[in-house]
């Protein structure tokens, strides 16, 4: 497990945590991406523009993570992440996951970290319903056809 | 500062701090992501289970931090707590979440960290993002359209 990363693992998630509690109590909102990026359109006045700036929010911290990140914890690397991906792929990828979070109403961080801790038993369904999926298409892409 | 300007400060300053989360954790790469799925790497040592931790971590805190409307009237800059809890375990959940698994293991994204990764990293981040938005609005036409239907054929009745 050479690449196993617990402590910046547990930093980021808690990060994750503190950013969907402030989401949720100033706004009463869920901090589901694929919801707030997926009722971005058709606009609707006062519902468009916080999922707008949130969105945006998200490569800036990111930008700031990765740069600040390991300087704080030697075990986050320094180089950045590499798609390696054809675009095809990366449509054929994206079209799935923009069905399937619409259909089953979220995604990881949605059904993930929301549901979890709201300890909704349809997000303990999902959770495990994903998890299975997402494993046997590795399994298959990486050790049947790779 | 009115309410407006703060909602939409705490929309942005979560964003951020989601995003400062997902780099720290490197979900940001799609490599560390299916290092997580792949369990069949688990026998030889090569299986990364920090994914789990992100969301134990994650967990933790909204454990406590999603209740918190428990002592509030309402959110601080919102008339009401817009709750996503829906109560039944049906098949569009069980469907939509095992197709969102298939376009997640293929890629390794799932929508937040590609729409962090945008701008952030090198490459065809944005072919994803925009086929995601398609995807999840076309899923949202066909699902308006079916409610229609059926309206109609009871009304046809």
Same mark, same amino acid.
């Given at each position: 497990m050479e690449n196993f990363t617990p402590l910046s693992a547990t930093i980021g998630g808690v990060l994750i945590g503190l950013a969907t509690t402030l989401l949720w109590v100033v706004? &009463?909102?869920?901090? &589901?991406i694929s919801n707030i990026a997926g009722g971005v359109y058709p606009l609707r006045a006062g519902d468009t523009l916080w999922r707008v700036v949130f969105l945006i929010g998200l490569p800036i911290g990111a930008l700031v993570g990765f740069n600040l990140g390991p300087s704080i914890l030697p075990e986050i690397p320094r180089t950045l992440p590499e798609i390696v991906m054809t675009p095809v792929a990366l449509v054929a990828s994206g079209l799935l996951v923009g069905i399937g979070t619409r259909v089953g109403r979220g995604c990881t961080s949605g059904h993930g970290i929301c549901g979890l801790s709201r300890l909704s038993p349809r997000s303990f369904v999902a959770v495990g319903t994903f998890m299975a999926t997402a494993m046997v298409t590795v399994f298959v892409v990486r050790h049947v056809v790779g | 500062m009115n309410r407006s300007l703060l909602s939409l400060a705490a929309a942005l300053v979560s964003g951020v701090v989601f995003g400062i989360g997902l780099a720290l954790a490197r979900m940001t790469d799609p490599q560390k992501i299916k290092d997580f799925l792949d369990v069949a790497a688990i026998p030889s040592g090569g299986?990364? $289970?920090s994914l789990a931790f992100v969301m134990g971590g994650g967990v933790l805190v909204g454990l406590a931090g999603l209740r918190l409307d428990r002592w509030l009237r309402a959110p601080l800059a919102a008339p009401k707590f817009i709750s996503t809890n829906h109560a039944r375990i049906d098949r569009p959940l069980v469907v939509g979440a095992a197709i969102f698994g298939l376009g997640w293991g293929l890629? %390794?994204?799932?929508p937040g960290p590609a729409v962090a990764d945008l %701008?952030?990293? $090198? %490459?065809?981040v944005f072919l994803f993002v925009l086929a995601m938005l398609v995807g999840s609005w076309g899923a949202g036409q066909v699902a308006e359209w079916s409610r229609i239907q059926e309206a109609a054929n009871v009304t046809a009745m």
């Open positions: 706004n &009463g909102r869920t901090a &589901g | 299986w990364d $289970p890629s %390794g994204f799932c %701008g952030l990293v $090198p %490459g065809d």
